[in-house]
Each structure stands twice: as C-alpha cells, then as structure tokens.
C-alpha cells in the first residue's frame, strides 16, 4: 500500500513537472502527439521500424520548409509570404494543429483545398488527358464538378466511392439529368465487355490489381481469372450512350445507364458471362465480389441492380479502408505503406502492415472523413521531419529499392498542377482570374505540354513534367515565368520594387516567397550585385540607365533564379 | 548586345567560355560549364546509333510480319514477296522493297499483355518490379556510348511523338527528351542578353549548390544536372537536327508528311547530328475491334511508307551499318478474331523486326505454328532482342550496372543473342 502511494505520487510530481515549461527537470519525452490518439499511435509504430532496423531520424524541418510543406500537400500551392509569417511568428504552443486546422476548416481555404483534391482525384480517376481527346465519352468538367462538389462539403469517403460506382446521368453539366460521377466508368464500360471498369474500380478503390488475370491466373497474387469475370460480371448491365450534336456525327456527350442485361448465353434469369481458359476452353461467370458474397444472378434491372450490389459490397471491404488509408500517406510522404498503391495483398506485403490496417479502421470508425485522416498524418513526427538525412539514415531511401522508413523526408519533384497554382499565388495573379471553369481550362491547356497519352484501351499516359529538359526550358523561358517575373506597371515585382521596403528587405522577401526562408550571406551578396550590375547597365558603360527600371530589372533577376532552383521545385 | 534569339554566331563552346569567366565580376565561379573534355581525340570514336519505332498499343504481327492465309485465324489480308527471302503483308509493299534491310523475328515469346507492363518489358528487358526501376533502351545506350561522342550537345535520348520509358536507377540525367515530331522545340527562346543570363545563372548556381550540399538526396542534384543540358542545349547548333522542315520537299514527302513520317525523318537527322538512341512512336495499334479496315486503311499506309523511306535514306546515305532500327510494340494480338472483327492483346506468339549495323538482313528468325498461336522454334524474349541490338552496336554484353541498392545487374536482363541476326 505504501509502495503503490509513493509511486502515484512520483507520477503526479513527474506530470506536474512536464506541464510546468521551463522546469530544468522535465523528463525526455516522445515526440508531440497533440493530444490525438491517432498521431501518438502513427508516431509509435513508425518508431517501432527505426529501433527494428537501428536507425535514427533526421532533425525536425525548420518552420518554413514544414509550413510549405504542408500548405503543398494539403491545398495544393506555397504559403505566401504573409501567411507564412503568420505561422512563423506565431508563439502558440499548438500553432501546427492550428494551421492543419485553419487549412482543412477555414472557409477561406474552402476553395483551394477542394480545387487540389479535386486535381488529385481527377488524375486517379481520369488521368490527366481523360476526356481532353475528341469525341471523348468522358467530360473532364463534369468529372471536377462532381468532385469539387465532394470535396468542398467534405463528403464522406465511402459516399463518394458510391456514388462513383453506381452513377447514372448525363456527363455534362448543364445536361438534362447531369450526375459528374458518370464520368469515372463512361469511357470504361463500352469496349472489351468492360474489362477496364472492372481493372479500375479494383484498383482504385480497393487497392488490388486485377488486370493481368483477365487472360490468365496470376502467377503471384491470389487472384485467378475466374474472380477477375465474376467482379467483371457486376458492370455487364452498364452502358455509355453517345449523345450527339444535332445533325452532326460528334459526340457531345454521354448518359450512363443500366440495362437489363440478357447474359451472354441468353438467359436473362441467370444471365452468366463466359470467359476463355488459356487452353481454349470456355467457362461462366457470375456476379460474385472479391470475398466470395454472391449476389442475384438475375440480369433484370429491377430484380438485381448490379452496380448498386457492387458499390454497397465495396464499402464493407476493409480493403476499401486500407486503400485509401494507403493512397493519402503516399501523397504525403511520396510513398505508401506498398509499392505501387494500388497494389496491394498477401503477394506484396505492406512495409509497416499493422500501421496500414489501423488506419483504415481509423477511416472507417471516423466516418470516412479524409480530413481527419489528413490531419493525423499532417501532425505525425514523421512528417515534420527535414529532408535532411544523416549518417546514420541515408540508407533509408526508396530509390536504394529500400522499403520506406519515413527517417526523414523523402524529396519529391512538385506536380505540374502545384506548380501552377503556387506562381499564381506567389505573384498574386490569383486575384483576378475568371470564373472557376475558366481558370481550370487555362491551366488543363498549359498542362496538355506534358501529358503523353499512349492511345490504349487503359487510358496510359506519362507526364514529362518530373525533373526533365522540358520542364527546365518552361522554367527558364516559359509564359508562366514570363508572367511571374514580370516587371510592367501593376505586376507582383513592380510593386515590390515600388514599396517602401529596403533592397535587403525586398530579397529577404523573395527568398521567403519562392523558398520560405531567408537568404544566406552569399546569396544576399550575389542579390545585391545582381542590382549593382543592373543599375550600371550590366557593365555596358555607353547605355543610359535608369535607376527605377534598374530596380526592378535586378528583381526580376533574382525571382528568376529563386524560381529556377531545386530547392523551390522540390517539395522538401 | 546579341540577342539570344539569334543564335548564330555564337556557339555553345564561346558562349560557355563567357560562363567561365564570368567570375571576373567577382561572382562566385561557376561549376554549371560542361566537364572539359581535353582527351577527346584519345576515346575511340564509336558513331553507331540505334532508332526504335514503337508501335504503342500492341501491333497485330499476324496481319503485317508472319501472315497465315487460309487459316480461320489469318485473317483478311494475303502476303507479297520482298526484295529479301521473305514475305510480308500485301498492305506494305514499299517496305517489301527495303526488306533485303531487315530481319523477322518471327519467335518472340513474352509474358506481359497488359500495356503498361509490357511497355516496361519491352524497354527494358525486365518485368516491372516495386524495388527496382530499370533503365530503358534510350538510357541503357545513351549511358554506354555518350562518352564516346564528346561533340555532342543535345540530348542523347530522343523520343519523338512519345514518352518512351525513364532512365530507372540511372538517374534523371539519362531521361528520354521528348519533342513533338515538328521540331518546334517549345520554350528555347529566351530573349535575354548573354551578360544578363550569365549573371542570372550566377545567382541560381549558388542556390542549387547549396540545396545540393544538405545531403538531401539524388532529386537535388539531377536538378542540377538537367540545368547544365538545358543550358547546353539552348544554345547549341546542333539543335538545327529537329528542324524537319528544311529538308527538301521530296525527301519530306517520301517520308509522309504525318506525324510518324516526320517522326522518322528527324531520326535519320538525329543519327547524323550523332545522337545514338531515337524512338520514334505510332500509336493507334490497340484494336479490340474492325481490325483489317483499320490497319489497310489508317496504319499501315502510314508505317509502310516512312518505314520503308527510313531503310532507303539510311542504305543511301551509307549509315544503314551503323544505325541500327527496331520495330516493336508491347505485345501482339490474339491469333483468335474477336466477335467485333478485332484482336485483343495477346503476347505468347510474336513479331519483332531488327535491321541494320550488321545485322543480318532478308530473313524470317524463327516460326509459328500454321494458326500463329505458337512459336515452333526457339521462343526469343525482349532481353534477346535488346542483347543484340547492344552487340550490333559494339556494346559489350558484360556490361554491369550496379543499381543504387549495389545490386549488380548485367546489360540486357542477360539477355542472348539472336545468332541468325549475325551468323
């Protein structure tokens, strides 16, 4: 009795002293959890990997790279200057949950944070070219519509799958019975009875790719042919109809619908597909999900929807949960818990396994509400760590072909759309930019520079964006830069170099806009011989300077390098 | 002033000397300058240069390389004699001309018929895998050959009309360029004076260097890396290869004025200028449905005529030894017609064709059963084929990679050669 009295009371004095800062006695203590059960168990179990495999983590990011860090990943741009000051300056003990908070649930934020998950989205569900080919089935603004919808109310996750699953409608907006979802499955339902539908929805949300066993049982995972017809079987009532221009041949959009669907042996009772054995045999199929629940073999409509089955038989798949769990750690972190995401099972197992399924509980037990999720990840140890590696983890890179061990911050290229947004708003061109359809098509229009499509039945396409020539050449001399370093009356640099700043304090501010942080010495002293050579006309001694234009002419000068450099391309 | 909108005048060596001395203005010396290349003269001269036409989608091989009339699946079209000891498909009859060029390898045997991971297997030599990304033909051949061309100041890997495949663990450095078959490169201009952008370059190389120096990893440096090709790039004369349009009209017109037409012709120039890997891509193979409409009326007429102009121009202008072209997609078609008069993927039995730099040319390697659906001789794989289009190319098949992990890794997957193709 006495033992257990002395024991409660060294524990009350040791609470005491850790709440009392500044207390020379505080005992070390983990890393900050903020008080959420969720960041104290991410932070446990990613730590649980350091000790297994004896390595240390990096040092913590410095304000300004996190603060850019995670304005990037959560709304899809670089803070400005000004809202970087404000988290910088702030003293607030809680002042990073704030910002996670302020970027999830501010109104002001509302916009843009839907804008990014809608970009995200769009990408997974579309690609980037979906819908940009002519006499596409898909309608890429119907598609943003629909998600920017989702994402500014927030919609619960599994809603949303649902909904994506089971839509019906027209694909444009402004069309009579206009439903966006539709724009997922219309160009995947019509060809190759579906097999694209089927290879999509698995693997985006579930996380399992099936493509490869259409043919033939897959040598690695537990897929067999068999399950890849019978979850095909689920899209066999889907159709996309073309709507046509009037009078013309052009498609001016589509109208998903479900038909009673006759099988393909003529029963309509049991309407069975048949699927061909690598030895040329045939065999049926019906309607059976990935854990073996069969529904009503039935092809009527109304006696068996089967694409509403689907979409209820996929939220109660845990591996549901775990896909999406998996999929936003990866555009935190630039990689998930598997490689690739969306392939996930027994045959590739999960670098932190208990991690991943704890997660999608978590998804799942919170209503499906991705900003919850993106707030425990936001504030884990992990991701506020620098992208400076150590001696003692430099071995935990991916590129090594190394499982991820989140020791420190993995460098990854920003995407094109980031990109984009972040110039904007770093030169404050965002102000006035036309209405929201408008802005979209201006910038799809800037992306097309990148996107190679390869034409083939599955969509395929690749980005030259990430870290290439081409990318340098728009950097260098691109419009947007042209745009961004722009020096006519009005411009972001004019009234830069016409504020009452001092030319330190005009670099400082460059630096902080493009790379949130100060200039070091050297680069404070290239600056400022960038603007004694602008002012002496560039040590052409016969031309005639004028000292404004000089002013601003050195501005542009160090905007161009600051925007150029590796350090403000790369998340870091 | 020059005006960097003119370049000529002023070539890269002149203009990179102004960036070497641009420390005068007591700017920090510069480190973005190529390596000086002083032995240049000792390296023996290796001017061979390989040009992949990729048919994205997966081609029906059945229907233009290894023909099966009279058969419930050989489809609709009949085969024609060529200038070499094969036959080919009636819808190619200037390619029929060039055939003398190019061999048949009519036992490919693979196992990947999903685009994406055939695409990868195809490039490669190796099937996708989640540790490791392998380099790709373009960056495995610019990799091994770039230090034998010390002249050359454009990009080693081009690809035309395409994204071929990355450089995987060789790094950003050895990245395809990527370019529209017009030849407008876009964004080169830049319309600032030489003194101005040296300075400019000044202040980024001090920003770079100092993200580099923080030990956060290889995404910094390639950075830096691609910053000094760009450079070099904008400013090189060399750049004149891409301009299709001043070639003769004729010559322009023998190609085809599409797209793969221009395509190819810009990869002959390209081997001329000395870059040693071009892909040239034509999409559009993937028919699920109205396959025999398709390919005699849209395909075929396009591949047949700069495919063909492609084997004439490089026997005429004397490089056909030592340019090396393949044709390959990620796959075939099924021997089998599909209910909508169409094919679908299908990678068991196959075609490929391999020509020029002394590889055997005029030959069928290897057959099919009568209904094409399987190889009765020796099944040869992408490793294969990419062994010997290194051999052709006087790489050595012992050539080592080692990944970043330290795993080491033989050129070609180990790939064997095709000995028909040299015999």
Same mark, same amino acid.
């Not at chain 1, 048949?274 to 059976?288: H, I």
């Given at each position: 009795?006495?033992?257990?009295?002395?024991?409660?009371?060294?524990?009350?004095?040791?609470?005491?002293?850790?709440?009392?800062?500044?207390?020379?006695?505080?005992?070390?203590?983990?890393?900050?959890?903020?008080?959420?059960?969720?960041?104290?168990?991410?932070?446990?179990?990613?730590?649980?990997?350091?000790?297994?495999?004896?390595?240390?983590?990096?040092?913590?990011?410095?304000?300004?790279?996190?603060?850019?860090?995670?304005?990037?990943?959560?709304?899809?741009?670089?803070?400005?200057?000004?809202?970087?000051?404000?988290?910088?300056?702030?003293?607030?003990?809680?002042?990073?949950?704030?910002?996670?908070?302020?970027?999830?649930?501010?109104?002001?934020?509302?916009?843009?944070?839907?804008?990014?998950?809608?970009?995200?989205?769009?990408?997974?569900?579309?690609?980037?070219?979906?819908?940009?080919?002519?006499?596409?089935?898909?309608?890429?603004?119907?598609?943003?519509?629909?998600?920017?919808?989702?994402?500014?109310?927030?919609?619960?996750?599994?809603?949303?799958?649902?909904?994506?699953?089971?839509?019906?409608?027209?694909?444009?907006?402004?069309?009579?019975?206009?439903?966006?979802?539709?724009?997922?499955?219309?160009?995947?339902?019509?060809?190759?009875?579906?097999?694209?539908?089927?290879?999509?929805?698995?693997?985006?949300?579930?996380?399992?790719?099936?493509?490869?066993?259409?043919?033939?049982?897959?040598?690695?995972?537990?897929?067999?042919?068999?399950?890849?017809?019978?979850?095909?079987?689920?899209?066999?009532?889907?159709?996309?109809?073309?709507?046509?221009?009037?009078?013309?041949?052009?498609?001016?959009?589509?109208?998903?619908?479900?038909?009673?669907?006759?099988?393909?042996?003529?029963?309509?009772?049991?309407?069975?597909?048949?699927?061909?054995?690598?030895?040329?045999?045939?065999?049926?199929?019906?309607?059976?999900?990935?854990?073996?629940?069969?529904?009503?073999?039935?092809?009527?409509?109304?006696?068996?929807?089967?694409?509403?089955?689907?979409?209820?038989?996929?939220?109660?798949?845990?591996?549901?949960?775990?896909?999406?769990?998996?999929?936003?750690?990866?555009?935190?972190?630039?990689?998930?818990?598997?490689?690739?995401?969306?392939?996930?099972?027994?045959?590739?197992?999960?670098?932190?396994?208990?991690?991943?399924?704890?997660?999608?509980?978590?998804?799942?037990?919170?209503?499906?509400?991705?900003?919850?999720?993106?707030?425990?990840?936001?504030?884990?140890?992990?991701?506020?760590?620098?992208?400076?590696?150590?001696?003692?983890?430099?071995?935990?890179?991916?590129?090594?072909?190394?499982?991820?061990?989140?020791?420190?911050?993995?460098?990854?290229?920003?995407?094109?759309?980031?990109?984009?947004?972040?110039?904007?708003?770093?030169?404050?061109?965002?102000?006035?930019?036309?209405?929201?359809?408008?802005?979209?098509?201006?910038?799809?229009?800037?992306?097309?520079?990148?996107?190679?499509?390869?034409?083939?039945?599955?969509?395929?396409?690749?980005?030259?964006?990430?870290?290439?020539?081409?990318?340098?050449?728009?950097?260098?001399?691109?419009?947007?830069?042209?745009?961004?370093?722009?020096?006519?009356?009005?411009?972001?640099?004019?009234?830069?170099?016409?504020?009452?700043?001092?030319?330190?304090?005009?670099?400082?501010?460059?630096?902080?806009?493009?790379?949130?942080?100060?200039?070091?010495?050297?680069?404070?002293?290239?600056?400022?011989?960038?603007?004694?050579?602008?002012?002496?006309?560039?040590?052409?001694?016969?031309?005639?300077?004028?000292?404004?234009?000089?002013?601003?002419?050195?501005?542009?000068?160090?905007?161009?390098?600051?925007?150029?450099?590796?350090?403000?391309?790369?998340?870091? | 002033?020059?005006?960097?909108?003119?370049?000529?005048?002023?070539?890269?060596?002149?203009?990179?000397?102004?960036?070497?001395?641009?420390?005068?203005?007591?700017?920090?010396?510069?480190?973005?300058?190529?390596?000086?290349?002083?032995?240049?003269?000792?390296?023996?001269?290796?001017?061979?240069?390989?040009?992949?036409?990729?048919?994205?989608?997966?081609?029906?091989?059945?229907?233009?390389?290894?023909?099966?009339?009279?058969?419930?699946?050989?489809?609709?079209?009949?085969?024609?004699?060529?200038?070499?000891?094969?036959?080919?498909?009636?819808?190619?009859?200037?390619?029929?001309?060039?055939?003398?060029?190019?061999?048949?390898?009519?036992?490919?045997?693979?196992?990947?018929?999903?685009?994406?991971?055939?695409?990868?297997?195809?490039?490669?030599?190796?099937?996708?895998?989640?540790?490791?990304?392998?380099?790709?033909?373009?960056?495995?051949?610019?990799?091994?050959?770039?230090?034998?061309?010390?002249?050359?100041?454009?990009?080693?890997?081009?690809?035309? #009309?395409? +994204?071929?495949?990355?450089?995987?663990? /060789?790094?950003? =450095?050895?990245? %395809? *360029?990527?370019?529209?078959?017009? &030849?407008?490169?876009?964004?080169?201009?830049?319309?600032?004076?030489?003194?101005?952008?040296?300075?400019?370059?000044?202040?980024?190389?001090?920003?770079?260097?100092?993200?580099?120096?923080?030990?956060?990893?290889?995404?910094?440096?390639?950075?830096?890396?691609?910053?000094?090709?760009?450079?070099?790039?904008?400013?090189?004369?060399?750049?004149?290869?891409?301009?299709?349009?001043?070639?003769?009209?004729?010559?322009?017109?023998?190609?085809?004025?599409?797209?793969? #037409?221009? +395509?190819?012709?810009?990869?002959?120039? /390209?081997?001329? =200028?000395?870059? %040693? *890997?071009?892909?040239?891509?034509? &999409?559009?193979?993937?028919?699920?449905?109205?396959?025999?409409?398709?390919?005699?009326?849209?395909?075929?007429?396009?591949?047949?005529?700069?495919?063909?102009?492609?084997?004439?121009?490089?026997?005429?202008?004397?490089?056909?030894?030592?340019?090396?072209?393949?044709?390959?997609?990620?796959?075939?078609?099924?021997?089998?017609?599909?209910?909508?008069?169409?094919?679908?993927?299908?990678?068991?039995?196959?075609?490929?064709?391999?020509?020029?730099?002394?590889?055997? #040319?005029?030959?069928?390697?290897?057959?099919?059963?009568?209904?094409?659906?399987?190889?009765?001789?020796?099944?040869?794989?992408?490793?294969?084929?990419?062994?010997?289009?290194?051999?052709?190319?006087?790489?050595?098949?012992?050539?080592?990679?080692?990944?970043?992990?330290?795993?080491?890794?033989?050129?070609?997957?180990?790939?064997?050669?095709?000995?028909?193709?040299?015999?």
């Amino acid at each position: 009795m006495a033992i257990r009295f002395s024991i409660q009371t060294l524990s009350a004095l040791a609470l005491l002293l850790t709440l009392a800062p500044g207390m020379a006695l505080s005992a070390p203590r983990g890393p900050d959890d903020f008080g959420i059960p969720q960041v104290a168990k991410i932070n446990e179990k990613i730590r649980e990997t350091w000790v297994a495999y004896e390595l240390k983590p990096s040092q913590a990011a410095t304000e300004g790279e996190w603060c850019r860090r995670v304005f990037l990943d959560v709304i899809g741009r670089i803070p400005s200057v000004e809202e970087l000051q404000a988290f910088t300056k702030s003293r607030s003990a809680t002042k990073k949950a704030d910002l996670v908070g302020m970027l999830l649930f501010d109104d002001k934020y509302t916009e843009e944070y839907a804008r990014n998950w809608t970009t995200v989205w769009t990408t997974v569900l579309i690609g980037r070219a979906g819908g940009t080919e002519r006499n596409s089935l898909t309608n890429r603004e119907g598609m943003q519509k629909y998600l920017r919808d989702c994402f500014a109310r927030n919609k619960p996750y599994n809603d949303m799958v649902d909904e994506l699953v089971t839509a019906t409608g027209s694909n444009r907006p402004g069309a009579e019975n206009f439903n966006g979802a539709v724009n997922f499955l219309a160009m995947k339902v019509n060809e190759e009875k579906g097999t694209q539908a089927t290879a999509d929805t698995a693997k985006i949300f579930l996380g399992l790719q099936v493509q490869c066993t259409q043919c033939h049982n897959h040598p690695f995972n537990e897929w067999k042919q068999q399950k890849f017809w019978e979850f095909n079987a689920f899209f066999r009532q889907t159709r996309a109809l073309r709507q046509f221009v009037p009078g013309t041949r052009d498609v001016a959009g589509s109208e998903l619908v479900d038909q009673d669907f006759a099988g393909e042996g003529g029963t309509p009772n049991t309407a069975e597909i048949y699927y061909e054995l690598r030895n040329g045999l045939l065999k049926a199929a019906y309607p059976v999900f990935i854990n073996d629940t069969e529904i009503g073999k039935s092809g009527f409509v109304n006696e068996v929807n089967r694409r509403d089955q689907l979409g209820e038989l996929i939220q109660k798949s845990e591996y549901m949960d775990m896909s999406v769990a998996n999929r936003y750690w990866a555009h935190f972190f630039g990689y998930g818990f598997t490689k690739p995401i969306d392939d996930m099972g027994p045959h590739n197992p999960a670098s932190h396994p208990e991690l991943l399924e704890y997660l999608g509980q978590q998804v799942r037990e919170h209503s499906y509400n991705l900003k919850e999720l993106i707030r425990w990840i936001t504030l884990s140890e992990a991701y506020s760590l620098t992208s400076r590696m150590t001696k003692a983890n430099e071995g935990d890179d991916p590129l090594l072909g190394e499982t991820p061990k989140f020791t420190h911050f993995y460098l990854r290229q920003m995407q094109a759309e980031e990109l984009y947004e972040s110039l904007l708003v770093a030169t404050r061109a965002a102000e006035n930019r036309g209405s929201y359809e408008d802005q979209e098509r201006s910038k799809t229009q800037w992306l097309a520079q990148f996107v190679m499509a390869f034409g083939t039945d599955d969509g395929g396409e690749s980005t030259t964006f990430n870290g290439t020539i081409p990318q340098a050449l728009m950097m260098f001399n691109g419009e947007l830069i042209r745009n961004a370093t722009d020096a006519k009356n009005g411009s972001f640099l004019w009234d830069l170099a016409n504020s009452k700043m001092k030319p330190q304090q005009k670099i400082d501010y460059l630096f902080n806009a493009g790379l949130a942080r100060r200039p070091t010495k050297d680069e404070i002293a290239i600056a400022n011989q960038l603007f004694i050579a602008r002012a002496t006309g560039g040590g052409n001694k016969k031309k005639q300077v004028d000292p404004a234009a000089a002013g601003i002419a050195a501005l542009q000068d160090i905007w161009w390098a600051v925007l150029n450099s590796n350090e403000f391309i790369i998340n870091h | 002033m020059k005006s960097f909108a003119t370049p000529q005048g002023m070539n890269r060596r002149h203009f990179m000397s102004h960036l070497a001395g641009a420390s005068a203005m007591t700017i920090p010396a510069l480190t973005m300058g190529h390596t000086l290349r002083t032995h240049a003269q000792e390296l023996k001269r290796n001017k061979k240069s390989a040009i992949m036409l990729w048919m994205s989608g997966g081609p029906s091989t059945m229907d233009i390389w290894d023909l099966k009339p009279g058969t419930n699946t050989g489809g609709e079209f009949q085969p024609i004699s060529t200038s070499g000891d094969v036959q080919i498909s009636e819808h190619m009859p200037m390619m029929a001309k060039q055939m003398h060029n190019a061999a048949i390898i009519r036992s490919m045997s693979t196992r990947e018929a999903d685009h994406g991971r055939g695409r990868y297997y195809m490039h490669t030599g190796y099937v996708p895998n989640p540790n490791v990304e392998h380099p790709s033909y373009g960056a495995v051949i610019s990799h091994e050959t770039i230090d034998q061309r010390p002249e050359l100041e454009i990009p080693p890997f081009v690809t035309v #009309g395409g +994204g071929s495949e990355g450089p995987g663990f /060789l790094g950003m =450095a050895w990245a %395809p *360029f990527a370019v529209n078959s017009n &030849g407008q490169i876009r964004n080169l201009q830049m319309g600032l004076d030489e003194r101005r952008l040296m300075q400019r370059m000044a202040a980024l190389d001090l920003v770079e260097k100092g993200f580099v120096s923080q030990r956060r990893g290889q995404a910094a440096s390639d950075h830096q890396n691609i910053l000094k090709k760009t450079l070099a790039l904008m400013t090189s004369e060399q750049m004149k290869a891409f301009r299709v349009t001043e070639e003769p009209q004729e010559v322009q017109e023998r190609y085809g004025m599409d797209n793969f #037409g221009k +395509g190819c012709l810009m990869a002959r120039r /390209l081997v001329e =200028a000395g870059v %040693p *890997f071009i892909e040239v891509d034509l &999409g559009g193979w993937d028919m699920h449905n109205d396959i025999f409409n398709t390919l005699s009326n849209q395909r075929l007429p396009v591949l047949d005529r700069a495919m063909s102009a492609l084997f004439e121009d490089l026997e005429q202008r004397g490089l056909i030894e030592d340019t090396a072209v393949m044709w390959m997609g990620e796959f075939s078609r099924t021997p089998r017609i599909n209910g909508n008069t169409g094919r679908d993927h299908w990678a068991r039995s196959w075609s490929v064709v391999a020509g020029g730099a002394g590889m055997n #040319g005029g030959i069928a390697v290897g057959n099919t059963n009568s209904d094409g659906t399987r190889v009765e001789t020796e099944p040869y794989t992408s490793q294969d084929v990419m062994a010997s289009v290194c051999k052709s190319l006087g790489i050595s098949l012992e050539t080592t990679f080692t990944s970043r992990s330290g795993r080491p890794m033989k050129i070609a997957n180990s790939g064997k050669v095709i000995k028909e193709l040299f015999a």
